[in-house]
Antibody, heavy 124, light 107 residues
């Protein structure tokens, strides 16, 4: 059974840092890209960023709202994806989901498995 | 950035109704369009990927169509468990983007 479990959320002051972890099981982690998606309270889904598998270069992409402040990384030996969040702002308050990014035959990405989410609250 | 516009933002329907949700992209995204269902307090669930491919385990009353800029999610006969919020998502360009969501409520 595929499982993704986020941890590391909590209350943090503006300007501080926090790191989320996404521990996965039930599939070969190294063979997949991973993405982070967030949802502010009462709002819709917002794509945060993406890390490709090593086979596709392991490169990262970010939303403009977090570029330069957030960093996505992966440890294939531990089957963990990370979201390092620096210089946090009150508008970063959200539930953060990690997702598995599968590829279809046409090379299109889609998010077929999601974690339960980790709440990050940025407030003084 | 590619903007995804869903319509309607919300709708009221009855069990057994046929429901159609539309997603329009601000530029051509080929068939790089996915649909998710989200219930309150839960993570989204993948329904359709690559515009029209039904995810394994998803009931066949869900279907997707479209290519280019215009896409549709159809529920052929609405069931009680389908009352949720639905999101489209494009993975064609960076940044990837979601529609604003369509809330399907009980009439």
């Amino acid at each position: 059974e595929v499982q993704l479990v986020e941890s590391g959320g909590g209350l943090v002051q503006p300007g501080r840092s926090l790191r989320l972890s996404c521990i996965v099981s039930g599939f070969t982690f190294g063979g997949y890209g991973m993405s982070w998606v967030r949802q502010a309270p009462g709002k819709g889904l917002e794509w945060v960023g993406f890390i490709k598998s090593k086979a596709f270069g392991g490169t990262t992409e970010y939303a403009a709202s977090v570029k330069g402040r957030f960093t996505i990384s992966r440890d294939d030996s531990k089957s963990i994806a990370y979201l390092q969040m620096n210089s946090l702002k009150t508008e970063d308050t959200a539930v953060y989901y990690c997702t598995r990014a599968a590829l279809d035959d046409g090379g299109r990405y889609y998010f077929d498995h999601w974690g339960q989410g980790a709440l990050v609250t940025v407030s003084s | 950035d590619i903007q995804m516009t869903q319509s309607p933002s919300s709708l009221s329907a009855s069990v057994g109704d046929r429901v159609t949700i539309t997603c329009r992209a601000s530029q051509n995204i080929d068939r790089d369009l996915n649909w998710y269902q989200q219930k309150p307090g839960k993570a989204p669930k993948l329904l359709i990927y690559a515009a029209s491919t039904l995810q394994s385990g998803v009931p066949s009353r869900f279907s997707g169509s479209g290519s280019g800029t215009d896409f549709t999610l159809t529920i052929s006969s609405l069931q009680p468990e389908d009352f949720s919020t639905y999101y489209c998502h494009q993975s064609y360009g960076t940044p990837q983007t979601f529609g604003q969501g369509t809330k399907v409520e009980i009439k």
